[in-house]
């Protein structure tokens, strides 16, 4: 189960680009340099890089801080979900795919999952304000483990 674009859409109602309610996203990342194929960029931390980076490694949409400029080389089609917290908002977002991930049916799941991609777990849960998100990546992580143990069970 992939999260979507009516997903984001329904957290973030501030929204920039092209509205296709049946755009999946297959990875979350805070670092532009990591290889995001169909990814969601979030830089809520200092260091995540640039967002022409981020769409050159494969992302094709953005969670973005209204106190920030969109660089003027984006796209007008490329979503840009805005946000008056990138923390917050990561954090709306993970809880939002685990409900969702975790409501399934076992024989109704598809193999893909989303994959939330952060370079560095140990510092999220070292810094206070990051300690949540460390929590929820492991809580996804244990998710689609069981997800996937659930469909070999049932072949």
Known sequence: MFLTYGDLAKLFPNKYGIQDNEL????????????????????????????????????????????????????????????????????DMMELYIENISNVNMNQTRKEVTNFLFLDEVRLKENESTYDIAVMAEKILTVKEQLQIGKEGAK
């Open 24 to 91: 999946y996203f297959h990875t979350v990342a805070s670092n532009s340099a990591v290889l995001q194929p169909k990814g969601i960029f979030i830089p809520f931390e200092e260091g995540s890089g640039k967002l022409s980076q981020a769409i050159e490694n494969g992302a094709i949409a953005a969670l973005w801080d209204q106190r920030e400029r969109i660089p003027s080389y984006t796209p007008n089609h490329f979503p840009i979900f805005i946000t008056n917290d990138l923390l917050k908002g990561l954090k």
